[in-house]
């Protein structure tokens, strides 16, 4: 089988010849192929080549297309620190609302042509047309509704405004903004030929935020954001960072055909707590083995997950970003663990 051909059997529910792999490589790549992020932060062609370079150098199935947690809320208006060798950031100090009511000045986005959207676009583009006949490309959508709302209203300010009852009305509108906003870039993920889409809600994690809370605003932007998009035929994948076990199974709920789970969670409970349907996409630590770690310690760690599922429903993954630091040879032990691993 092909990568693309495995994870697409994956995806339909079969048995592939073997586990899939498709670690998140964005740093990662761009060291394989020596290049700055500032080389590539407007640069689709170098990404793609940067991509499709450490995708042919490594042998795995798939490709996630990411710049930095900042280019959805940079087209709503946020102020953005670029930086040489790191990805862009949020000036949370500038917010664009400084208020709720604010919400009401704010214009959605056209992915096509405002702000560096479209660059991912393209990246998306130049890669399917590269190597999308035999690998699986996942054009991600940058962040969820609620880290969005984040990004533009500032965490602590609104971390602050969920405390208050009388601004329910006001943030549930923001997060059906910001929904909408997402739901078009990944639609437009789609025209640009990526096998799936993908979203990061990392503010929305239990590191941040409670279960309660989560379910109480960030959960229903979330089923409703993977509704619209799964009902236009390409698969959903949601990834909150961090420690996920007390909301894994509300996730489940999301109906997102693909969760992104980080190396905090028990494979195995997530593999009974989510439908049999959900793929699970993760969850190799990627400071503690595949940074810090050795071939051997990071064959460990992507055998337990695989053995947590059954390696049933699974794509093996890093648990979030890889760094850039990441040794060739810790890569080359995570494609050759699957390799080696029998469904």
């Known amino acids: 089988m092909t990568g693309l051909e495995r994870c697409l059997t994956v995806l339909r529910g079969g048995i592939p010849d073997r586990v899939p792999v498709v670690p998140q490589t964005f740093l990662f790549s761009l060291e394989t192929a020596r290049v700055r992020v500032a080389d590539v932060v407007r640069n689709p062609g170098g990404m793609a080549d940067a991509l499709a370079l450490s995708q042919a150098t490594f042998g795995y199935d798939g490709c996630v297309i990411d710049f930095d947690d900042a280019t959805m809320a940079e087209a709503l208006g946020a102020k953005v620190h670029f930086r040489d060798n790191d990805p862009a950031v949020v000036d949370e100090d500038q917010p664009v609302l400084k208020d709720l009511r604010d919400v009401e000045s704010l214009r959605l986005p056209d992915p096509w042509t405002d702000g560096r959207l479209p660059i991912w676009l393209e990246t998306t583009q130049r890669l399917v047309d590269k190597i999308g006949d035999h690998v699986f490309i996942m054009g991600r959508a940058d962040q969820g509704p609620f ?197």
């Open 147 to 343: 880290s969005i709302a984040c990004l533009l209203r500032g965490a602590q300010p609104f971390m602050m405004d969920l405390m208050d009852e009388d601004n329910a009305e006001l943030i549930h509108r923001l997060l059906d903004f910001c929904r909408q906003a997402v739901a078009r870039f990944a639609l437009a993920q789609k025209a640009a030929g990526a096998h799936a889409t993908s979203i990061g809600d990392a503010f929305a994690g239990p590191n941040l935020i409670s279960p309660d809370l989560y379910r109480r605003f960030a959960l229903d932007p979330e089923r409703q954001l993977a509704a619209e998009v799964q009902s236009a035929g390409i698969p959903l994948s949601i990834h909150i960072c961090g420690n996920t076990n007390r909301i894994i199974g509300d996730m489940g709920t999301t109906g997102a055909r693909i969760l992104e789970v980080d190396w905090m969670l028990d494979m195995a409970a997530a593999r009974a707590a989510v439908p049999p349907a959900t793929v699970l996409m993760g969850n190799v630590n990627p400071s503690d083995p595949l940074v810090l770690g050795t071939p051997a310690t990071v064959e460990a760690a992507a055998r337990r997950a695989m053995d947590g599922t059954g390696g049933r429903g699974l794509i093996l993954s890093s648990g979030c970003a890889m760094g850039r630091n990441t040794p060739p040879e810790n890569m080359k032990a995570l494609v050759a663990a699957a390799a080696r691993w029998r469904l």
